[in-house]
């Protein structure tokens, strides 16, 4: 009877699962194709210059930045014009706020380029990088964002290869170089060159908004080029402290230097359509300062106000 007994702990062997098999390999296909693929750029790169897009010279950048790493994701801030270094300074600031940390910024807006103005790169507390000739279009970030470190390029290591004879296109062969191979991660920020002192760091005067007994003043740094809405560095809370509510009336007074060029009463409204097409209104716009307009309207254009560090705006309750 012994020898009918089942002894059930002595199982055959099973075979492997064809599907588990299967599974496997293409597990291992797919770490060996990641492992052939180059890592991803460390950040994005925005490119910021004033040299328009009538020739080709965005495009040069461009190549050079994508010989770098054809995988980095370039964009663009602008390439028209700004009109002034400060002007492109507060450009700048109208849109590093809304790129994430790792973020390089190449901004060449640079009248000096090949005479002895420093190539820098700025880290900002915000953990951006700025790639830029240190003449001031730096201003504004590093006022808003805080300094964190200041380091010079090191054009013997941070130069396109075969540059070395051109001196006006710093641009292509300084900047878009140094800040594609800082956002592709070939090389760290303490690679980009030696460490310059903060107070080295190049700021423009300006006259920041202020309260003024019943009042409150700034300059125009920039126009809502497209719409002809005036921009101030006003800010709304500033603003609404004299006791300014949405549907009160603002008289607004505009200076060109010392010189009272514009004189307009307005309601403060939130948008355009607020009020009737062709009348103007103040509101704050998407900086958060206040701003004047015309409902379909280029205010600019109707009342010949433009902008700079030499143009003032007085906003007083009415």
Known sequence: MQDLVCHSDRTAPRRPSRVGARVGALVAMLLLAMAAVPALAAGPLVLY????????????????????????VVSDLSHEPPGSIFA???????????????????????????????????????GHFYVAPNNGLL????????????????ETSNRLPG???????????VFAYTGARLAAGAITFRQVGP????????SLPYRKAERAGDHVTGIIPVLDIEFGNVWTNVPKDLFEGLGIAIGDKVRVRIFHGEQQVDEVVAPYRHTFGDVPEGQPLVYVNSLL?????????????AHKIGSGLDWRVELTKE
């Open 163 to 173: 540059s070395d004879a051109s001196y006006t296109f710093h641009g292509r062969d």
């Open 195 to 202: 460490v310059v002192p903060v107070d080295k760091l190049v």
């Open 139 to 154: 201003t504004l970030v590093a006022e808003q964002e805080g300094v964190d470190e200041l380091r010079r390029i090191d």
């Open 289 to 301: 300062n206040v701003a004047l307009a015309l409902n379909l309207g280029s205010y600019a254009d």
């Open 88 to 126: 492109g300074a507060y450009r700048l600031i109208q849109v590093a706020p809304y790129w994430p940390a790792g973020t390089v910024f190449v901004t060449v807006i640079d009248p000096g380029v090949g005479t002895d103005r420093l190539a820098v790169v700025l880290k900002t507390r915000k």
């Open 49 to 72: 210059t004033d040299f328009g897009l009538k020739d080709g010279a965005v495009s040069a950048m461009k190549g050079v930045a994508y010989g770098v790493s054809p995988r980095l």
